[in-house]
């Protein structure tokens, strides 16, 4: 597994191994963007932040749109904490049709 990000528009890519099942993976990459985005403020001051990820299960907790597993409620909340700090949108795309993620796992 994975953790990983990409910027595409600012030429940004971050992958790094990580022992997890897919939905703590998924919550470590996006917390590691959250955390990139925090520590670089004036790159992303102003700015509308759209993520995109594939995981359904884990766009919809933080839509709050299903509930978490137990187990993820602490990575729920820091997500929840940081999209009230910077008011991020997170969608949903088919990862063959994410242009941000089709060279980070070759």
């Given amino acids: 597994m994975l953790v990983c990000f990409t910027i ?3 030429g940004i890519t971050f992958k790094a191994p990580f022992s997890g099942e897919t939905l703590h993976t998924d919550y470590a990459s996006l ?3 959250l955390e990139f985005v925090e520590l670089n403020q004036k790159i ?3 700015k509308d932040l759209k ?3 594939d995981n359904l299960d884990m766009i919809n907790q933080v839509n709050l749109k299903s509930v978490c597993r137990f187990e993820f409620s602490d990575l729920l909340k820091k997500t929840l904490d940081y999209r009230d700090k910077y008011n991020f ?3 949903w795309i088919p990862r063959k ?3 941000a993620t089709n060279f980070l796992f070759d």
Avoid: E
């Fill in 89 to 91: 949108s997170l969608g």
């Fill in 51 to 53: 993520i995109y990820g």
């Fill in 8 to 10: 595409p528009s600012a």
């Fill in 97 to 99: 049709n994410n242009p």
């Fill in 44 to 46: 992303f001051q102003g």
């Fill in 31 to 33: 917390l590691t963007l």
